[in-house]
């Protein structure tokens, strides 16, 4: 998926523990595109032009994929499994990965998923960053590259800005989740979780003949109060889900509206806060959305 071989004119030597590594100096961050790469920032920690040898940190996307960290490499023994990693910035300890093996012919290539919660502030932290140090440790070796951050900003701020996010997880049972959520809420008020009926139903939101869902959050309340926690002037909170054909959910939104319509177009039609149309609570505001080929949400004009 990421060839940095084709993409670097100085190759890059993998020193490693279990390899005595050559005096040779860090290539500078650089930013690249290609025919199978969309935007991609990359750092070679060593290098050595004369053996071909080289190791290669990266934060890439493919023209058809989201964006992904990977590590390149030839000079150096498989990994022989999952290699645990650690990047320490300006001697902090800034992520945590697990790097799998993408087989290639003619070098290594390990590749890590992209995770929100960790990469997000991840991402600040090497553009502002001094130096930073990735730690490897897999089945057969272990591995350590100090590396600059000088001139990183630009080749990592143009992969956030042109490479996707990838799609968030399935969610396998939606109901479950809402329920176990509301049930701690309540359990910290000091009272126990209450459903009514109107809970779940299970419209088919986009077309396709599989039942979808939309999770009634005003359905869920608590001994201890009357009303729902989960509702207010702008109505409960709601979640529409669509069926996925591997199975699980992908959600489409979870926020508050005052009542829906699934259309047989399919046309999802949304009851809102008066607000959101530019106007007071009170006043009437629908919106008209459907889906794309990706399954989220465009609003209709």
Not at 74 to 95: E, H, K, W, Y
Not at 102 to 123: F, I
Request: hydrophobic fraction near 40%; include cysteine; glycine fraction near 10%.
């Amino acid at each position: 998926m990421f060839p940095f071989v084709r993409v670097f004119s100085a190759a890059c030597l993998y020193g490693a523990v279990t390899w005595a590594p050559a005096a040779v100096a860090q290539t500078p961050w650089q930013s690249y595109s290609n025919d199978q790469i969309k935007a991609g920032a990359a750092v070679c920690p060593t290098s050595d032009a004369q053996t071909g040898n080289f190791f290669c940190f990266a934060l890439a996307c493919s023209h058809d994929g989201p964006r992904a960290w990977t590590i390149t490499y030839a000079g150096g023994a498989s990994p022989g499994g999952a290699v645990q990693a650690t990047l320490s910035i300006n001697g902090r300890r800034a992520a945590d990965f697990t790097f799998m093996e993408v087989p290639r012919p003619d070098y290594v290539e390990l590749q890590a998923n992209w995770e929100a919660d960790r990469d997000a502030l991840l991402s600040d932290q090497l553009v502002g960053g001094g130096s930073a140090r990735l730690t490897l440790a897999a089945p057969n070796w272990t591995a350590g590259y100090d590396f600059s951050l000088a001139g990183a900003q630009a080749p990592i701020v143009n992969v956030v800005r042109t490479c996707p996010l990838p799609p968030p997880p399935a969610v396998m049972d939606p109901v479950a989740r809402a329920q176990a959520e509301a049930a701690g809420f309540c359990q910290q008020m000091g009272g126990a979780l209450k459903v009514s009926d109107d809970l779940v139903s299970k419209p088919d939101l986009n077309g396709d003949g599989r039942e979808d869902l939309v999770v009634n959050w005003g359905a869920l309340g608590c001994t201890t109060g009357a009303m729902s926690p989960y509702c207010g002037s702008a109505g409960c909170v709601h979640g529409l889900f669509v069926a996925l054909e591997t199975g699980g959910y992908k959600e489409l939104l979870e926020t508050n509206i005052r009542g829906y319509e699934a259309q047989t177009m399919p046309v999802i039609t949304l009851h809102l806060h008066g607000g959101s149309c530019g106007g007071v609570g009170a006043d009437r505001c629908v919106k008209y959305f459907t889906l794309d080929e990706a399954l989220d949400l465009d609003e209709l004009d």
